[in-house]
């Protein structure tokens, strides 16, 4: 195990010890970053309160553009197609950049539309595709009306994704350097993501809606240790569904269906941090509200009070509950493959792959087969950069946005998009509740 692993190895399961000692980690980490990265808060200070999308106010060259050579820039086309048929577009997140079709003549074109806080005649989409590949290029973006531009479409080709980052000629909008990133013919869902109520903290929502808009991820179930920390976000606009966090014994049964009346899509364990074991039977009042509702169960998976082997005795008492195991195991590889056996032999049994490399994501598919693996992340517990921190979090050797490519280009479109959110969806009942 090299050094870098271990760190990141010891800082994981910390988690698992104590939460307190995890956030004073954490803290400490995202200082010591800081003072390496001295923009960063500089723009962290310029976010506007409330802000979806904290943007910097100074001009500043993009950390892929040094990597990357001089972008070759697409002229602006001599004929562009009018686009004054362009009614109101429908409000269909809250990123910056999002997919746009528009119907032209009686077929189909979808075009990148940008409504952020630039403007002006210079606009331009500065992208790349699949993990800002060469060439990166240029693109005039159009106005259409008062903040909102667009592009002529582009070939998309067999690319799985767009990364972007748009200009006015002075400034830039780049997500805070985490950049934008917009899926094609793949909507994503993050099964495991944390946010510790509306503030702009860096487990706080604004901080979130930055991780998920540098990864393209619109939709995502979301926890907190204190359920009250979640009651003031609006989940329609935000893309988030809330599970439940349980204490045995302690969580009232009555607030877990008040709260299931109200939204939330299932409930939450942590043995660890609860100091409960995963099997024990205090959790049953739970589990069998949640097998009247007919909503999946998420625990936390790793060695001790959460190891695999308990967390599956739970499922084999209730064997109509479906019972996530987060994190797979967030431990050494001898418990991944002992969860993956479980999943093969226990129905109800699933795996989120939260700070699993994207090969240990693929051996998990063979293992437990396609429809029983969700993609999950963990966000933002690692902040704004939480999909494309640097230096790497995964596993201490990639990002998550640099293993999303390689995966779903090996699974291919169609697999991949079980993985990344089907199956998910499928589990926590969201189709037809995902505006997608
Ligand atoms: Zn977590």
């Keep these: 195990m090299t050094p870098p692993y271990f760190l990141y190895y010891y800082y994981l399961t910390q988690l698992s010890v104590n939460p307190l000692f ?54 602006r086309p001599a004929e562009r197609r009018r686009l004054a048929t362009v009614s109101t577009p429908p409000v269909t997140n809250r990123f910056p950049l999002s997919w746009l079709p528009l119907q032209q003549n009686g077929h189909t074109s979808v075009h990148v539309v940008y409504q952020g806080r630039l403007s002006g005649p210079d606009l331009r989409l500065h992208y790349g595709f699949d993990g800002w590949q060469e060439p990166v290029q240029e693109v005039n973006l159009k106005p259409v009306k008062s903040g909102l531009a667009t592009i002529e479409p582009i070939e998309l080709g067999e690319h799985i994704l767009l990364d972007c980052v748009v200009t006015d000629g002075l400034q830039w909008d780049n997500n805070n350097g985490a950049d934008y990133r917009l899926w094609i013919g793949c909507n994503p869902l993050d099964s495991h993501l944390h946010v510790s109520g509306k503030g702009s903290g860096e487990l706080g929502l604004t901080s979130l809606q930055t ?29 988030l569904l809330p599970l439940i966090w349980v204490r045995p014994s302690d969580t009232p049964l009555d607030e877990v269906r008040t709260r299931l009346a109200a939204g939330a899509v ?76 479980h999943v093969r032999e226990q129905p109800n049994l699933y795996l989120e792959t939260s700070w699993c490399s ?79």
């Design 22 to 75: 995890w956030f004073f980690l954490h803290e400490l980490g995202q200082a010591l970053w800081r003072q390496s990265n001295p923009t960063l808060g500089r723009w962290a200070a310029f976010a506007p309160p409330g802000s979806d999308t904290v943007t910097p106010l100074v001009a500043r060259r993009l950390r892929v553009r040094r990597h990357r050579g001089t972008p070759r820039v697409v002229e």
């Design 211 to 239: 991780a998920m808009a540098s990864a393209g991820i619109r939709q995502g179930i979301v926890s907190w240790v204190d359920n009250r920390a979640l009651d003031r976000i609006q989940w329609a606009a935000t893309g």
């Design 358 to 436: 994207w090969r240990e994501v693929l051996h998990l598919v063979e293992e437990v087969g396609l429809e029983r693996v969700l993609f999950g992340s963990d966000a933002s517990v690692d902040g704004p950069h939480h999909y494309c921190r640097h230096p790497p979090n995964v596993e201490g050797q990639e990002t998550y946005n640099d293993g999303l490519v390689p995966l779903v280009q090996t699974l291919g479109p169609r697999s991949a998009r079980k993985v990344l959110g089907d199956n998910a969806r499928r589990l926590f009942g969201l189709h037809g509740k995902s505006g997608h």
């Design 266 to 341: 299932g409930l939450k364990l942590h043995p660890t941090v609860d100091d409960y074991r995963a099997d024990d039977h205090a959790l049953d009042p739970y589990l069998e509200i949640a097998a009247e509702a007919g909503c999946p169960v998420a625990c936390h998976s790793a060695p001790g009070d959460a190891d695999p082997d308990f967390i599956r005795r739970l499922a084999e008492r209730f064997s109509a509950v479906p019972i996530i195991l987060y994190h797979t195991y967030l431990g050494p590889s001898e418990g991944r493959r002992r969860a993956a056996q």
